[in-house]
């Protein structure tokens, strides 16, 4: 009819320990199928059977609670996947707003190089425009004062001409008078003779 417990491990090839840790694990089994035979406790078929299947039946347990974690595993897997996608598409528009922006600061350190050369080229205009006015005005400044210097020049010389004339004629009177003189001195000495 029924087997001890010691029966039972020999023929599951089980502990006396594993065989009370399974019927201790099983709800309500000491109740409905073991029963006392003077000094030992029995168990009925059905629970041999149920012990024996022990393993199978844990499996089958396990088997619906592993399902669910596979389908809960898949659904985190769907969600990470859909974020990651998300996450990918915002790196793609990040990276396409940069590429953007590099090719705007290129432009505009190209625009500003450009801008510098004009400034250049026409502060080199201006540079020559002014330095071809202030040629010029030296130029006549310097024409100017040639002139200037020419006519002070020429007044002088005219004013050294008109000295020397002067001077000249100066002399020239002097020369006469003394002759008028010499000649009144001779004309006066010939007298008393």
């Known amino acids: 009819m029924g087997k001890t417990i010691r029966q039972l491990s020999e ?68 969600i990470l996947l859909k974020q990651l996608d998300v996450k990918d598409q915002q790196i793609a528009n ?13 432009a505009t350190v190209s625009e500003n190089h450009r801008l510098k050369e004009h400034v250049r080229k026409l502060s080199g205009l201006l540079d020559s425009s002014s330095a071809t006015q202030q040629q010029k005005s030296n130029d006549k400044d310097d024409a100017l004062s040639n002139n200037v210097n020419t006519r002070h020049s020429k007044d002088k010389n005219d004013k050294q001409n008109e000295n020397r004339v002067a001077e000249y004629n100066n002399r020239q009177k002097k020369v006469s008078k003394n002759k008028v003189s010499k000649n009144k001195v001779n004309n006066s000495w010939w007298r008393f003779w």
């Open 94 to 106: 990040l990276q396409q707003a940069l590429d953007q922006q590099q090719k705007l600061q290129i």
């Open 11 to 78: 023929e599951l090839k089980l502990s006396k320990q594993a065989i009370n840790q399974r019927i201790n694990s099983i709800n309500g089994f000491r109740s409905k199928h073991t029963y006392k035979v003077k000094n030992h406790l029995e168990i009925d078929n059905q629970g041999v059977k149920m012990l024996a299947n022990f393993d199978k039946q844990k499996r089958q347990e396990r088997q619906p609670n592993r399902q669910a974690e596979n389908d809960k595993d898949k659904n985190i897997d769907q």
